[in-house]
């Protein structure tokens, strides 16, 4: 049995990263979890555009999305005009389109401000993100099949806590190119947030 080392090592060092993202977001997390201040876990659910014509064209318009994030209010940081806010995330985005399929999932670390408001069951905040993506897509039209890469990129977002258990985001995702392939691209989530 012959083993390719140079797949060998670039499974190591794909581990390698994703273990220290893992224990960044752990070190991140145990002020909250120490803390007895509320945390939230948000169920996340909507919809994924890309942006590039040559992506819709093999994968389709829009992708469905499943994820969910950890808002570590323990770390809020209040400021006169709002808050400052951390939340790790994680996501799947899945599309099917003429027999051709994409799989991306990210990781990654996002900050929130909010906004001035009037309405305390009416929040807005802005937020921003950097990630770390698993990036998986087969276009069997041009004979491209990746197999698991990586990907690295982040978000800019606008959203709202409509109310103390219900959010909605708006984000434009970039992710670095993956073989000829940009996947960067809108999102549209609805957030549950669950308190512990």
């Not at 819709?56 to 499943?66: T, Y």
């Amino acid at each position: 049995m012959i083993i390719n080392r140079k797949k060998v090592l670039l499974v190591k060092r794909k581990s390698i990263l994703a273990a220290a993202l893992a224990l960044g977001l752990a070190v991140l997390a145990a002020p909250a979890f120490a803390s007895e201040k509320l945390f939230i876990i948000s169920p996340t659910a909507g919809w994924y555009m890309p942006t590039d014509s040559k992506t819709q064209n093999a994968f389709g318009r829009s992708w469905f999305q499943l994820g969910v994030s950890v808002n570590l209010s323990a770390l809020g940081l209040s400021s006169g005009r709002g808050e400052f806010k951390l939340s790790p995330y994680f996501g799947y985005y899945h599309a099917n389109e003429n027999g051709n399929d994409a799989d991306i999932i990210p990781l990654g670390l996002e900050m929130r401000w909010r906004l001035p408001h009037a309405d305390r069951d009416f929040s807005p905040y802005l937020g921003v993100g950097a990630a770390l993506y698993g990036v998986r897509f087969e276009d069997r039209g041009a004979g491209v099949d990746t197999g698991w890469r990586s990907a690295v990129g982040g978000r800019i977002a606008i959203g709202a806590d409509v109310t103390k258990w219900f959010t909605l985001q708006a984000a434009y995702n970039y992710v670095s190119d993956v073989q000829g392939y940009d996947l960067s691209g809108f999102s549209v989530t609805g957030k549950l947030n669950i308190y512990f």
